[in-house]
């Protein structure tokens, strides 16, 4: 079964500082990633994806993340964070062949502090 | 991408009563799905929902407790049966294959927050 893991639960940052989350998942073939972000009272967003080709991919707002096939990872970037950034991030995976059913992380709160 | 809008919003429901939530999206899509998302939790699948057909559903969910329904390529419901407040959640529909998109990008409606007491 796949499955998907977030490495931190809670992430605190002070503006214009850097951000990575990582992002592991476990899957039996090609796969396809997304990171989709939650901003506090607003609905679920697709902030990047990954389905083939250049391993890394740049989103929305700055973001950029980098498919790592030997490591298994899809580790979301941003070289310097805003207060706006504040929100639950969310890494999902499915299967590349057919249609597979889209497994999501846990999430990672960012809490940005101006 | 598409627009998708679920009614209601939020509601506030007694023990042992039922719910139906709407999901309705501006175009044509192939695929539509709905999601729990149990506070401090991530998404949970709960079903696929086929037009013109049964919906699918994800281990640990039947659809005594979920019916679903599709009746065109536009318009889904949930109907959360025989509530209990262990249902309080947020339900979320998603939609993919959108028309002139090849890959299966699922976009997210506002949600639905549900408690029940």
């Known amino acids: 079964a796949q499955s998907v893991s977030q490495h931190n639960h809670h992430v605190i940052l002070s503006e214009a500082a850097s951000l990575e989350l990582g992002c592991n998942y476990s899957y039996g073939g090609t796969v396809n990633l997304f990171w989709y972000v939650q901003y506090p009272g607003q609905h679920l967003q697709l902030l990047l994806k990954y389905f083939s080709g250049d391993p890394l991919v740049k989103g929305i707002k700055g973001f950029e993340a980098e498919f790592i096939k030997s490591k298994f990872s899809f580790n979301l970037r941003k070289p310097s964070v805003q207060w706006s950034d504040t929100a639950e991030y969310f890494c999902?995976?499915?299967?590349?062949?057919?249609?597979?059913?889209?497994?999501f992380g846990k999430g990672t709160m960012l809490l940005v502090s101006p | 991408s598409a627009v998708i809008s679920q009614k209601p919003s939020r509601d506030i429901c007694q023990r042992g009563t039922s719910l139906t939530i709407q999901c309705q999206v501006d175009?044509?899509?192939?695929?539509m799905f709905w999601y729990r998302q149990q506070p401090g939790q991530s998404l949970t699948l709960i079903a696929t929902?086929?037009?013109?057909?049964?919906?699918?559903?994800e281990s640990g969910f039947v659809i005594d407790k979920f019916p679903i329904s599709r009746p065109n390529l536009t318009f889904s419901t949930l109907t959360v049966s025989n509530m209990s407040p262990e249902d309080s959640s947020i339900y979320l529909c998603?939609?993919?294959?959108?028309?002139?998109?090849?890959?299966?990008?699922?976009?997210f409606g506002p949600g639905t927050r549900l408690l029940v007491l």
């Open positions: 175009s044509q899509v192939t695929m």
């Open positions: 998603s939609v993919a294959k959108l028309a002139g998109e090849p890959q299966e990008t699922q976009y």
């Open positions: 999902a995976v499915n299967g590349n062949s057919g249609y597979s059913t889209l497994t």
């Open positions: 929902a086929n037009q013109g057909s049964e919906a699918t559903y």
